[in-house]
């Protein structure tokens, strides 16, 4: 079918991360041409691209608005930029909740507000913008010095002028870790189990995220179906979306909450879903059309 399909990456990794490059052969055996291609890089025409897809852009995070400035000047992106540009801040939360969605409890420190955090309880801060768990810390409130701590750190992100998000700390994850539930041109491909990231000293792999332990998994009824409400509350509609992962917790009563709705880099895993890379390939191949 001789398609150029780019996959776009951060320049920390040129030829992709090693998930993404299951994607290639697959591709590559339905004809396509594959490139990986930096995303700021100012010698690419991504209009000599029959689909730019984009995959582990992890360094945007610190230069979101000229990433979603980058998003809105390529043809034939997906996801579409006008989702990229709502859901690199995850202020997108707040929208799902106001949906009626169950989401993770979260409030929000603006620059410039006081800072006004919980006076005990365990909670996570972490940026509005931000990806791999960087900059995101656990506190227990009750705790005159983590209070301080927690304090500097709302300081710290509210003084580079970040939205600082602060939750409750959901103890049953530590024993179920995080769903992650993956679709693939809006049909269910596979799940994962991510062990706890704020538990213990974790590595920074290439400053970009935290090193993650992954199992596979069977999901739910009851994620499965939240999952699905997530992804139809997505602006434009599901129907947009070449990839999604849904990401859930477990609430205090043990029902799945939303904590983030990926749809503009996540990690897909599709090392842990059987052909789930043939799939992916067929979605691309689709869209490339």
């Known amino acids: 079918m001789n398609h150029r399909i780019a996959l776009a990456t951060c320049a920390a990794l040129p030829d992709l991360d090693p998930d993404d490059r299951l994607v290639v052969e697959p591709l590559r055996a339905l004809g396509s041409e594959v490139v990986p291609a930096v995303w700021d890089d100012p010698s690419t025409d991504w209009a000599n691209f029959d689909l730019v897809v984009i995959r ?59 800072i006004d955090l919980p006076a005990s309880g365990v909670h996570v801060l972490k940026p509005a913008v931000g990806a791999g768990s960087v900059d995101a810390a656990r506190y227990s409130l009750h705790n005159a010095h983590e209070a301080a701590l927690a304090r500097a750190h709302a300081h710290r992100l509210l003084a580079a002028s970040q939205t600082v998000m602060v939750q409750p700390y959901l103890q049953a994850i530590e024993e179920h870790g995080e769903a992650g539930l993956i679709y693939l041109g809006g049909e269910f491909s596979h799940a994962v189990t991510k062990g706890a990231m704020l538990t213990g000293e974790r590595e920074l792999v290439g400053g970009m995220y935290k090193a993650e ?20 509350a997505v602006p434009g509609g599901a129907h947009r979306l070449a990839y999604a992962r849904v990401d859930l917790v477990p609430g205090l009563d043990g029902n799945p909450l939303i904590i983030e709705l990926e749809l503009t880099e996540p990690s897909l895993f599709l090392g842990t879903g059987q052909r789930s890379a043939e799939r992916f390939a067929d979605v691309l191949e689709r869209l490339a059309a």
């Open 56 to 114: 582990s852009t992890w360094d945007y995070t610190a230069r979101r608005d000229a990433f979603v400035a980058w998003a809105k000047s390529v043809p034939r992106l997906v996801n579409p930029a006008e989702i990229v540009a709502w859901n690199t801040d995850k202020r997108y939360l707040a929208d799902l909740a106001a949906a009626g969605l169950p989401v993770v409890p979260t409030d929000w420190l603006e620059p410039g507000q006081p």
């Open 213 to 232: 332990t992954i199992t596979t998994r069977d999901p739910s009824a009851a994620e499965l179906y939240v999952a699905r409400a997530a992804l139809a």
